[in-house]
């Protein structure tokens, strides 16, 4: 078994031990020391880094006789006996506040709302909080964030002790233990009391500004998104520079950002509108200019054009426009790059099977399509090929 120093000193960031055993875990150099202050993967927190002699620690982990396996990146010094091992302190202080503010925000939920913590995760970003149901809104995110910040601020002390099962019964655990014998509770001073082997900070005002990032549905319940300390300065950093690079953009103030965008969404959803109404306009004279240019092909005024400037929408539009008058057949086609669109149609009056004329003509370009015998749409066939395809289906009309 490996002595846990971090049990009794979570601030413990320098230490000596002896070698116990070196082995190796997938591939990777391993040792066994006969005490630690490395914190091994458990408890939804992630293990700690750091050096041991001098060589870089890249996992820790609990091995299956509860010892505290050291995975290194490269084998320790042959002589090596006794261990000086350094963890990387930034990293693992960052988790100490994720992880303490974590069980304030859990005590948080349970006494504002009465809302009981599920599950726990510590991303390399972001942690999350699932709490039970789904009932959990905005209003209730802001009014726990106020209050857990303001435990931060009593400054309330954080202590670990260990409990026997017998003097269990007297600790208000939110949740039961998941182990028996000597329990290790965190206590937050007279406010929350957790069965717990993870690191903590000593006072509730070391876990830093704590925020609230969202909320979403998550199986039933609702998933809080959270962060504590620097990682909160940081996201409020960012947060700072987008809003403030956004409002640069609109030439604007912060505050402004939000209703200039409506106002001009709102805008161009009119201009959009304005739009579509003229390419109409525009798209019947364009059907009344095809139709005096139109050939004379077996009694009946043939359209035969490749329009590269067109979208598939505005060459339905100018088929549409085209066949409302008797005794025309309509074979168009068009596409800026890549793959074209193909439209034949025909006036009511007039006998032809345009979805069969496109089923005869597509394939032999490579491309595909249907429709009924007024109306049919192909795609797929490649841009340079436009013109030869419409060519082919005018002479199968004639
Ligand atoms: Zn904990």
């Known amino acids: 078994m490996t002595t846990r120093l971090y049990y009794d000193d979570a601030y413990l960031a320098t230490f000596t031990a002896q070698v116990v055993e070196r082995t190796s875990v997938n591939g990777h150099p391993a040792v066994r020391l006969d005490r630690s202050a490395f914190y091994p993967t458990s408890g939804g927190q992630q293990h700690d880094t750091g050096a041991l002699a001098g060589v870089a620690v890249i996992d820790v982990q609990v091995a299956e006789d509860a010892s505290v396996l050291h995975l290194l990146a490269a084998p320790l010094p042959k002589e090596a006996a006794e261990v000086t091992g350094v963890i990387d302190w930034p990293r693992r202080f960052d988790h100490m506040q994720q992880h303490s503010g974590q069980h304030l925000l859990s005590q948080a939920f349970y006494r504002l709302l009465g809302l009981e913590t599920v599950s726990v995760h510590f991303g390399d970003e972001l942690c999350t909080l699932d709490l039970a149901g789904e009932s959990l809104g905005a209003q209730g995110l802001e009014a726990v964030e106020r209050h857990a910040n303001e435990i931060v601020w009593e400054d309330r002390t954080i202590r670990a002790y260990a409990v026997s099962d017998g003097e269990l019964a007297n600790i208000p655990l939110r949740r039961a233990p998941q182990v028996t014998g000597k329990i290790r509770i965190v206590e937050i001073d007279d406010y929350d009391w957790s069965a717990c082997g993870g690191t903590h900070v000593t006072r509730t005002g070391s876990i830093g500004p704590l925020s609230l990032l969202r909320v979403e549905r998550n199986k039933g319940n609702s998933r809080v998104y959270f962060v504590c300390g620097a990682r909160a300065v940081n996201d409020a950093r960012r947060r700072r520079q987008l809003l403030g690079d956004a409002a640069a953009l609109l030439d604007t103030a912060v505050e402004e950002v939000p209703s200039l965008l409506a106002a001009r969404q709102e805008r161009l959803k009119e201009q959009d509108r304005l739009l579509r109404a003229m390419q109409e306009e525009l798209l019947g004279y364009r059907a009344q200019s095809l139709l005096a240019q139109a050939e004379a092909v077996g009694g009946v005024r043939l359209v035969a054009r490749v329009l590269a400037d067109l979208d598939p929408t505005g060459l339905k539009s100018l088929a549409a426009g085209l066949v409302a008058t008797p005794g025309v057949v309509a074979l168009l086609a068009c596409g800026m790059e890549g793959k074209g669109t193909v439209i034949f ?27 009924r015998p007024d109306f049919a749409q192909g795609g797929g066939v490649d841009v340079e090929r436009l013109v030869e395809l419409i060519e082919t289906a005018r002479q199968l009309i004639g």
């Open 345 to 371: 149609a025909r006036s009511a009056d007039v006998e032809l099977h345009a979805g069969q004329l496109l089923r005869a003509v597509l394939p032999r370009f490579g491309g595909g399509g249907g429709g």
